[in-house]
């Protein structure tokens, strides 16, 4: 997964007295339980901890090999308990590997086909539902934004700890995906541990624990990273054992771990180099797809490793079984029982990996394989057969001496994935069944529905390793700061590749980071004009008419993004504010209830919408606006000041003075030092007259 999103700069409209910023922040609340009573109970009386390492290659951990790194916390886990030594993902990527973890099933079923866009079919159990029907006390800590709880992975889970606003957030490298580090997922987990240790200590937990610090870019905290000056991914691999150790280590120290069944597995590895690719997501190879997988706990042997090949859509029916539950019909993986416990083959040794990254990134050919023990069979424009006994390292391609091995595993790949007459559009799904509804009704979505072509069109990946390197350099560039140096190289590559979404979308954040906004505009409109534009190249657009003070223009670009993805609730608040502007009220109003029918608790949208509410007249309702906004979150400055105006207009001195304090106390200098003098003199008039 190339990793590079901009972050964006605020946008700054102000209205004649309110102002209200582009670039939306929302905090989500706690979730709502979605508990039901359930019928099932568990055979076994224990706790289950699922652990993922985010991007974490097996040859890193000493106990898979390692050299470069030591990992002490899971090797002692592997000592303990059961490892096994092919495990292999089913997506290279975040999301939808998570969502095969959660449920035992391929992408086909569970529905999360790519890196956004997507989200879990609703019939398709989790095992968080299945456990929380059984009575565990359910909780996830997840370190990244690619798993927000939008995509739908918190289904039954009480607690979705998916808070990315921490204060560490902000030393890490500019330009990158929301996380946090490791050490706020274990606290938080830790916290949560310790309050129902003291509220329901008899009660089983199933806590699921993301740590996403292996992604790049690689920026292990010291003592790893001097520890691994010429290797930070391994410094970050250091660094993710060391929280593990911090877990396992509580529950050791409170015993629960002999009663705590531990799983930990990672949900890709990384390439490092290897085929010509740098990070992962757009090949099938063994550097992405073999992932480290252990299982330990209560009555499973000690120091057993499975050498046979099993499948990340292995666990949810070996958890459940474990159990003594049933994994739902939907399940496509196997329980493992009996390989932990007796040393059994796994039931099936047929692997399907896809990843439709390629295509949607790229716009380069879709991939997908079949795996066994002995081989795996890539089907692309230009297919591959690799035979493991021979050639671990993938490096040789027999395809043309193996026409009836590829051909067996050919027709495997098709039994998952359908038919190939079946290929072809792929509708995106960027929003639930429900919330698609809603905003059906308010006229977004139905239009706009974006396809991707899932139909082996377009390059073979491999023939464009060149690109990849480019992408690697430009992103390194601009995770320094190295905009105009990172443009240069995209510029260079754009031509032998004008098709490549990706190539357009870097080259925007760095003329955006830049401040060269008609270079920005330019390279939009080229990307339109070749096919390669998404949501995000219309919604650059609308910010930069915006900028040039071009609202209708803004509005057209901003309501062609909201129609493509709906989900996207920053662009339909500047779109508001757009509306605002040129007083179209009943638009505004349609953005701010797409935004609201999507997250209740959206702060930015709440204060946009006391503001439309002042537009009309209505105070009182504007007030309620945005106390909410302030409810959902307490640090955002602009209704503090907003109420500070309403409290003053109504001749409510004391209020008035509170309220525009607090803004004050929470206010930008950067962002408001415009309004800052403004609020300040305000301030000290209503002390005179006090
Ligand atoms: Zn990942």
């Known amino acids: 997964m190339h990793c ?28 709502v339980a979605e508990k039901k009573p359930g019928a099932a109970v568990p055979k076994q009386d224990m706790n289950v901890l699922l652990i993922t390492l985010d991007t974490l290659r097996a040859d890193y951990l000493s106990c898979y090999g390692s050299k470069s790194v030591s990992t002490p916390a899971i090797d002692g886990l592997a000592a303990r308990g059961v490892r096994f030594a092919k495990a292999i993902a089913q997506v290279p990527l975040t999301t939808p590997s998570h969502a095969s973890i959660l449920t035992g099933t391929y992408p086909q079923i569970h529905g999360v086909r790519d890196m ?39 289904r039954g889970f009480v607690t979705y700890a998916d808070q990315m606003k921490e204060e560490s ?29 003291a509220s329901s200590p008899g009660k089983n937990f199933f806590a699921w624990v993301h740590y996403y610090d292996p992604h790049f870019p690689y920026d ?44 930990i597995l990672s949900d890709h590895g990384e390439s490092l180099g290897d085929h010509g690719e740098y990070t992962h997501g757009v090949f099938l190879y063994d550097s992405t797809m073999h992932i480290p997988m252990i299982i330990a706990g ?41 390989s932990l416990m007796e040393g059994r083959e796994p039931m099936s040794n047929y692997c399907y990996m896809e990843t439709l990254y ?7 050919s879709e991939l997908r394989g079949m795996r066994t023990d002995e081989w795996k069979l890539i089907v692309a424009p230009k297919p591959e057969l690799y035979r493991f006994s021979n050639d671990p ?25 359908g038919p190939p007459q079946s290929l072809g559009k792929l509708e995106t799904k960027p929003v639930d069944d429900e919330r698609r509804r809603e905003l059906d009704a308010l006229g977004y979505v139905s239009s706009g529905r974006k396809e991707i072509y899932i139909d082996m069109s377009g390059p073979d990946p491999k023939d464009r390793v060149a690109v990849l390197g480019v992408l690697e350099r430009a992103s390194d560039a601009m995770n320094h700061d190295r905009w105009m140096e990172a443009a240069g190289m995209l510029e260079k590559a754009l031509p032998g590749d004008p098709t490549n979404p990706l190539i357009y979308k870097e080259l925007q954040a760095c003329y955006e980071n830049s401040r060269q906004f008609d270079r920005m505009e330019k390279i939009c409109l080229l990307a339109i004009e070749n096919k390669a534009a998404g949501d995000g190249t219309y919604a650059d657009l609308g910010e930069i008419y915006v900028r040039r003070g071009d609202l209708r223009r803004a509005v057209e670009y901003m309501e062609t993004a909201a129609r493509m993805n709906p989900a996207k609730v920053d662009n339909l608040n500047n779109m508001a504010t757009a509306y605002l502007h040129l007083g179209q009220f009943a638009e505004a109003e349609r953005a701010l209830k797409a935004v609201l029918a999507q997250d209740s608790r959206n702060a930015m949208a709440h204060n946009l919408y006391g503001i439309l509410e002042i537009q009309r007249s ?22 503090y000041m907003n109420l500070g105006l309403i409290a003053q207009n109504a001749g409510d001195t004391q209020a008035a003075i509170g309220y525009l304090k607090g803004f004050l106390k929470r206010a930008d200098k950067v962002k408001h030092r415009d309004v800052i003098p403004k609020v300040e003199a305000a301030l000290s008039d209503l002390n005179a007259r006090r």
């Open 4 to 31: 590079y999103d901009a972050k964006k700069s605020a946008t700054f409209i102000s209205l004649t007295v309110l102002i209200c910023l582009l670039s939306a922040c929302s905090k989500r609340s706690e979730p």
């Open 116 to 154: 956004g866009g997507f989200v879990l079919e609703k019939d398709v159990p989790t095992i968080a539902g299945i456990l929380g029907k059984a009575g565990f006390d359910t909780a996830a800590f997840v370190g990244s934004a690619v798993l927000n709880r939008h995509y739908g992975l918190d």
């Open 169 to 197: 957030a902000s030393q890490k490298l500019p330009g990158v995906v929301a996380e946090v580090r490791g050490e706020v997922v274990t606290r938080r987990v830790l916290d949560w541990l310790e309050k129902r240790q």
């Open 220 to 263: 292990p905290p010291d003592p790893y990273r001097s520890q691994h000056p010429k290797n930070l991914y391994a410094g970050e691999v250091a660094y993710t054992d060391a929280q593990v150790g911090k877990l396992i280590g509580w529950l050791s120290e409170g015993g629960l771990l002999e009663r705590t069944l531990v799983v």
């Open 298 to 338: 209560p009555g499973i042997p000690s120091g057993r490793v499975v050498p046979q090949q099993v499948r990340s859509i292995d666990v949810e029916p070996t958890i459940a079984d474990l159990l003594g539950l049933s994994a739902g019909e939907k399940a496509q993986g196997v329980s493992l029982k009996s």
């Open 358 to 364: 390629p295509r949607t990134s790229h716009g380069w």
């Open 393 to 417: 390292s993938e490096a040789k391609n027999v395809i043309a001496g193996h026409p009836a091995d590829a051909d067996r595993l050919q027709k495997k790949v098709w039994e998952v994935a």
């Open 618 to 639: 209505q105070p009182d309702r504007a007030r309620e606006q945005f106390e909410l906004a302030i409810q959902s979150d307490a640090n955002l400055a602009e209704p």
